[in-house]
C-alpha cells in the first residue's frame, strides 16, 4: 500500500501532493543540462549602449509527474476517495534557445535640463 502524510510530507513510502499519492521511482535518472550563450554589446559614446545575447540550452532526462503504478495499484484510497497515483518520471529531451536585446541609455539629461 502507498502510505501518505499531510501536503508535501513524506512518510513511509509515498508522498502527497495536490490530493495525489506521489510515489517513488527508483528508475528516475537526474536532469541534464548544456548551456551555451554569447554576447555583443556596442557602446555609444558614454550615454547608450545595446546589447545583443542569443542561448542554446540542451535539456536531457527531463523530468515531470505522471500517472504511475505503485506496488502494482494505479490507484489508492485516501481519506475515503480513490486517488490516482503518480510519480516523477523522465520525459526525453528538449531543446531550448532564444535571444533578447536590451538598450540602455543615459535619459538624466532629458529630464534634469533647464530648457523647458
Keep these: 500500500m502507498c502510505f501518505v502524510a499531510t501536503s ?8 502527497f501532493f495536490n490530493r495525489f499519492p506521489v510515489s517513488p521511482n527508483e528508475k528516475l535518472k537526474p536532469k ?12 555609444f559614446s558614454n550615454k547608450a549602449q545595446i546589447s545583443a545575447i542569443a542561448f542554446y540550452t540542451i535539456l536531457k532526462n527531463g523530468i515531470s509527474r505522471r500517472y504511475f503504478t ?30 533578447s536585446v536590451n538598450f540602455q541609455s543615459d535619459v538624466s539629461t532629458i529630464f534634469l535640463s533647464d530648457h523647458p
Excluded at 541534464?32 to 557602446?43: D, P, Q
Excluded at 505503485?70 to 534557445?97: F, M, P
Design 8 to 15: 508535501d510530507q513524506i512518510i513511509g513510502e509515498c508522498a
Design 32 to 43: 541534464f543540462t548544456n548551456n551555451f550563450e554569447i554576447g555583443l554589446t556596442k557602446r
Design 70 to 99: 505503485h506496488l502494482d495499484q494505479d490507484s489508492i484510497i485516501y481519506d475515503g476517495v480513490l486517488s490516482k497515483v503518480q510519480a516523477e518520471v523522465n520525459v526525453g529531451e528538449a531543446s531550448i534557445y532564444g535571444f
